[in-house]
């Protein structure tokens, strides 16, 4: 399958088609790994842990003071005038 290199201000990028990162298990948005091995391009998705950064981002916010709870900005009040 051929693409061309397409110019996106000081770099380059190429449009893959759909099923090309379907077969690597990929989707539009995924961060990828790219090497080049004997003057190819490889293009490898970024394999990464679930909750793999949780603990860092959460002393992030901590430190920030944007740790508090969200859901009491949530009130229940006008619940009553839905229509289920």
Request: aromatic share 4%; net charge negative; glycine share 10%.
């Amino acid at each position: 399958m051929r693409s061309a290199v397409k110019k996106i201000g000081n770099s380059a990028g190429i449009v893959i088609p759909k099923p090309l990162l379907a077969e690597i298990g990929a989707k539009a948005g995924d961060g990828v790994e790219l090497t080049v091995e004997q003057g190819r391009i490889i293009i490898e998705p970024v394999q990464t842990r679930a909750r793999e950064g949780w603990a860092e981002d959460a002393r992030r916010l901590a430190e920030a003071g944007d740790d508090a709870l969200v859901w009491p900005e949530f009130g229940n009040a006008e619940d009553a005038e839905l229509t289920w």
